[in-house]
């Protein structure tokens, strides 16, 4: 009798966590006071939404993340409320709050990212000696979202390193020079949007062509084992050394952008996790990140819209050139 293998185990790490804070307003003009609705709270910042859709999924995993000041007490206390394993180191500055505000009249978004504290060498260094010294190391470790001020560019390519050091397989979700420096140690996904893949290729990418060859220059230079493309409305692309997969953009009504990326990759490592094909974890992660559309907000997807996204989802295999 074939015996299931355990799921893997995840550590979802957040350089910068934030409080976010989510409201409605009628019009957004300058100098007058913008009477709001009702505000939503939650945690947030890449890794840690990332860790709130693989829980809602029903996976598991622990996040890490430096906090500090009122609002980190505050996140610790809402995501252990929320069920969430989660591992704080401290800092003497306040963990940031950004906030998104809806408009009523238009129905855009207005989404106010603030830079987060700056953290000193002491404290960003804390941050990979806790990973340096864990005895049972993360078979998947996901890094998503900014770094915060004072952390070096390189920080993602040095947990790169790391990672391969301890056999384990880097998750990057992240942008800019961060991003370049961690692809030249190579990590085993990456999930670049199209502006961020137009930029580390530095050509325009207009057409299906050339996101499929930016994408695999990533894979055949070693630079990341698999990438996987988000394009919003124009939909999502898988790249591998065994082949690529497209996926159409699901024809549902937009209610919010936010969290859409991270339920992207909450829904892919969600499967990963639980050794699912690649190309059947990238349609998960489609289904994951359309349904967080449906919310408006600080939204990521619930369980049931994406169960339901992912039969419609068809992950369509390239041809070779």
């Not at 355990?6 to 976010?20: A, E, G, K, W």
């Not at 019009?27 to 859709?53: E, F, S, Y």
């Not at 864990?134 to 915060?148: E, Q």
């Not at 409305?233 to 159409?248: D, I, M, N, S």
Request: glycine share 10%.
């Amino acid at each position: 009798m074939h015996t299931p293998s355990p799921p893997l185990r995840i550590l979802c790490l957040t350089m910068n966590p934030s409080v976010d804070l989510a409201t409605e307003t009628e019009r957004v003009v300058p100098t007058h006071k913008l009477r709001c609705g009702d505000t939503l709270h939650d945690a947030g910042g890449g890794g840690i939404n990332v860790a709130r859709v693989l829980a809602r999924l029903g996976g598991h995993c622990t996040a890490l993340c430096p906090t500090g000041g009122s609002s980190g007490q505050w996140l610790q206390t809402r995501m252990a409320q929320e069920g969430m394993h989660g591992i704080f180191l401290p800092i003497a500055g306040e963990t940031r709050v950004s906030f998104t505000v809806h408009e009523h009249s238009t129905g855009a978004e207005y989404r106010f990212v603030m830079p987060g504290p700056r953290l000193s060498d002491a404290e960003w260094q804390a941050c990979l000696q806790y990973l340096q010294n864990m005895p049972d190391f993360p078979d998947l470790l996901v890094a998503s979202g900014s770094l915060p001020p004072g952390v070096p560019p390189d920080f993602d390519a040095q947990l790169a390193r790391l990672c391969r050091e301890r056999g384990a397989r880097l998750v990057l979700d992240t942008s800019g020079p961060a991003l370049a420096a961690a692809l030249t140690e190579g990590v085993y996904l990456v999930k670049p949007n199209l502006r961020e893949l137009s930029e580390l290729s530095g050509q325009t990418l207009e057409t299906p062509e050339q996101w499929e060859k930016a994408a695999r220059a990533l894979v055949v230079g070693g630079q990341a084992q698999v990438v996987a493309l988000t394009m919003g409305h124009l939909g999502a692309l898988l790249v591998t050394r065994e082949g690529a997969w497209f996926a159409q953009p699901l024809p549902i009504q937009v209610a919010s952008a936010v969290g859409a990326g991270d339920s992207f990759v909450g829904g892919m490592v969600w499967a990963l996790q639980h050794h699912h094909p690649l190309a059947e974890a990238f349609a998960w992660g489609v289904a994951a990140g359309s349904a967080a559309l449906l919310s408006v907000g600080t939204g990521l997807c619930c369980k049931e819209d994406a169960q339901q996204l992912f039969a419609q989802v068809q992950a369509v295999p390239c041809e070779r050139p």
